[in-house]
């Protein structure tokens, strides 16, 4: 089975729109630092140019968590592969997404981190598929909802391939 790789979100029109993210963002937080915690692996592009578009004073944190395996689909099994290195009671968290599908995934980390005290917890992802939907999320800032077609390229994979990619792609069979 051969795979192709079509282009559904040009790598220009990714960074008009992460610019426009960032601008809102900066002036919803007017007052740093903003903790960006980034989901390994997916967010870490979104991140780096997300990061440089945010005007607010930000400090970089990573954290792993795996909901898929090496397929297509989600497994709903989420396991932490790894925690933060800081503490992050007492100040303002901005989770950074590549796409949320199911919800799973966020839904476990929006719990694990409310307990951690934050003073405030969103999510900004560059993509979102709300047709996937399993359990409701809410989250503030989204680039681009997407139809329900698997999509690679700037930092999501399939089975750990495509993430450095430009631009968002669609993955088909030929
Ligand atoms: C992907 C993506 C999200 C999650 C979204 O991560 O990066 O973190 O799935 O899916 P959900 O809403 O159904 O939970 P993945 O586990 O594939 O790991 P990766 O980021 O390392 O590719």
Not at 56 to 67: D, Q
Not at 134 to 141: A, M, N, Q
Request: aromatic fraction near 8%.
């Amino acid at each position: 089975m051969a795979l192709a790789a079509r282009v559904f979100l040009p790598a220009e029109q990714i960074q008009r729109r992460v610019c426009e993210m960032g601008e809102q963002i900066s002036n919803d937080y007017p007052d740093g630092p903003i903790y960006l915690i980034a989901i390994l692996k997916g967010a870490f592009i979104f991140l780096a140019d997300l990061s440089r578009a945010i005007r607010t004073p930000s400090r970089i944190e990573f954290i792993g968590i795996s909901s898929y395996g090496r397929g297509k689909t989600t497994s709903g099994q989420v396991k932490v592969t790894k925690d933060l290195d800081v503490s992050i009671e007492g100040h303002h968290v901005l989770i950074v997404e590549d796409i949320v599908d199911s919800g799973v995934t966020l839904t476990y980390l929006m719990n694990v981190l409310k307990q951690r005290r934050p003073k405030s917890l969103q999510i900004a992802t560059l993509l979102d598929k709300p047709e996937r939907r399993l359990r409701p999320v809410e989250v503030t800032y989204v680039g681009f909802q997407i139809p329900d077609e698997f999509v690679v390229g700037y930092g999501l994979d399939f089975a750990e391939d495509y993430r450095n990619l430009r631009d968002v792609c669609v993955l088909a069979e030929e």
